[in-house]
Structure formats: C-alpha cells, structure tokens
C-alpha cells in the first residue's frame, strides 16, 4: 500500500476502533477485477487482528454492483444468518479517496486453478460440493427484509428481468455481438420455472469461495448480491470459465454436479429440475460475457489501463463461443446440460 494511503487507513481503522491503531503490515491481494483487497495485519484497542480491507478500485463490472456500504451490510446479515461469511468490523467512507470496509481475514485458498489441482486441496475437494449446497440453502434463507436496498426487484420473473438488463448492458456497448444476442434470444423464447425470489449472492463459485484443507471455510465477494431466482446462484458455478481448465468436472472443476444438487433440493424443498439448472447456466455464460466486455471498455476508454481488463475482453470472445455451442446442443437434441 502507498504511503499515503497506509497512513489513511491506519487513521480510518483508529477511528473505526476508538483508540491508537498501528498497521504493521499491508499487502494488497491480486486477482481483484473491480475491488482492491488488502491483507493487513493492524495492532488495535481489541489486540493484534488479522485484517482484510476491501477497497473501491476503479469500477464495477454489472450496473446494479452494490457500494461497498451496501456490500458490507450484507456480508454482516450473512455472517448473523449462520451462513460462513467472515465478520466484520465496520464500513470506512474514506480511505485515501474510496470507500472501503473492514473484515477479519479468513484462512484459505481463494485462486481457482490452485483449488481444483491442489493435492493439499484433494481431501476438500470431496467435501465442498455438499458444504457448497448447505451455504446456499442458509443464503437464500436469510431474510429479504432485512437487506431493503438489494436491487433486483420489480414486475415480471426474476429472469424476465435479467434478460432485459443484460439487452440494455449489450446495446449500452455500442458494438455487435450476436453470439451474445442470439443466447439472449434463446433465453427470452424458452422461460424456466420460477423458483421465487430470495437473497442471491450473485458470484458464488469457485474462485469467490475460500477453501482449506478441510473444506470451505468462507463466502467472499458479496458485491453482486441481489434479489432472484435461487437457481441463479445454483447454476453458476457451473459456468465453464469457472471450471479453471478441469472441464469434465462440471461443478467448479472440483465435481459433478449430482450431489451439490440433490443436497440443496434436500435441505430447501425446491426440487430444481435441470432444465433450469441449464437455463441459468447459459444466462451466466451471457451474463459473464457482458462483464468481461464492460471490464475490457475500461482499458479501452484509458479510463483505468490494465492488461488484466484487456485480457478479459479477450476472454469473452471464448465465453460467446461457449453460449452458442449450449444453445445449439440445446436446440439440436433437447440437452440441457
């Protein structure tokens, strides 16, 4: 961290803290595409703490990312529903100019490619689809009232309504992609079953999920949460580009899907059926495409210069390759999946 903004952050966590604070060290994480995340290690009124500061970067992948006051009332809701989140410590309006809040840091591996090959990980790897399910049986359980600033809501079925904000995300591009178009257009002709609305973390997967030699030990990355269909949640760690190259594994790259399945259906009642299971999966290959574009306009604006932005809108040319070979083994044999 810059001089001047450890200084800062060292003045926001005393006042965060009521007393004297002395951050011994900070390092920021890499990998964050819109969010900074510093590890710190700080001497508080509370004794020595392990921190993780989450910090505002330059800016957000899907409109409707939530601001980091928001983000960290829902990862404090989360952590007070049981589901394993970590606690946290208090929002900072100002750290050297951006808004930022405070958590303990959670051990565990987060990098993708390292959870699915790991052997360290082998053991996890047999018990994270299950621990997976049960996380998200206790978010979509978590209250709506209590988090009234989630977007989300309105007329229609949960899906009705991503699919006209990802139109308006793809013609907000001002460029044509009619891989993109054509998923969008099979996604509008072929509505699924509704599940209900409930509290959808929005990003959780492999990669946002941190994982021990045990098993998870938390769910990080809160930013995209919302109201909507559960099975959007379900489906997304599903999405091929979170497999990091272990592709037969359908589930992350670390299993299949059977299992993480039928433990969510256990544990809520819901009964997702496949067909929707597929349906949200190739929304989240539709949603991620317009994400790695919007990230790639960023470096391409000279907004925010970043080889990791342009490698991402390189990335999406992959991601549209992927939309039309699901909707066309759909559309050619009935497969969902």
């Excluded at 059977?258 to 299971?277: H, P, Q």
Aim: glycine share 10%; charged share 25%.
């Amino acid at each position: 961290m810059a001089e001047d903004t450890s200084i800062a952050l060292e003045r926001a966590l005393a006042t965060l803290f009521v007393g004297p604070v002395t951050v011994r060290r900070a390092n920021m994480i890499p990998g964050g595409a819109s969010k900074e995340a510093w590890s710190v290690d700080a001497d508080t009124p509370q004794g020595p703490l392990e921190l993780l500061v989450r910090r505002a970067g330059g800016g957000v992948i899907y409109s409707e990312t939530l601001s980091l006051e928001y983000e960290h009332a829902v990862v404090a809701t989360a952590f007070a529903s049981g589901v394993r989140a970590p606690r946290t410590y208090g929002y900072l309006p100002d750290v050297a100019g951006r808004e930022a809040f405070v958590m303990e840091r959670v051990p565990g591996e987060s990098i993708g490619r390292k959870v699915v090959k790991d052997p360290a990980l082998a053991k996890a790897r047999g018990v994270v689809p299950a621990q997976m399910a049960e996380q998200l049986a206790k978010i979509h359980a978590i209250d709506r009232a209590t988090l009234p600033f989630l977007p989300g809501g309105g007329e229609g079925t949960a899906a009705a309504r991503v699919i006209e904000r990802l139109y308006a995300e793809v013609d907000a591009l001002n460029e044509p992609h009619p891989a993109i178009e054509y998923g969008l257009r099979w996604l509008r002709d072929h509505p699924p079953r509704s599940f209900g609305e409930v509290v959808v973390h929005g990003d959780f997967r492999i990669g946002n999920l941190l994982i021990g030699p045990d098993g998870l030990t938390a769910v990080i990355d809160w930013e995209f949460a919302h109201t909507g269909d559960p099975v959007e949640d379900l489906a997304w760690p599903l999405v091929r580009a979170w497999r990091f190259g272990q592709d037969a594994l359908r589930l992350g790259g670390i299993g299949a899907e059977d299992a993480y399945l039928a433990r969510y259906n256990e544990l809520t009642g819901r009964d997702v059926d496949r067909a929707s299971l597929f349906f949200w999966e190739l929304m989240g290959d539709v949603k991620w495409a317009v994400g790695c574009l919007t990230q790639a306009r960023r470096h391409l604006s000279g907004k925010e210069r970043s080889v990791e932005l342009a490698s991402l809108g390189r990335l999406a040319a992959e991601v549209e390759y992927e939309i039309v070979d699901l909707v066309e083994r759909a559309s050619s044999s009935g497969a969902t999946g």
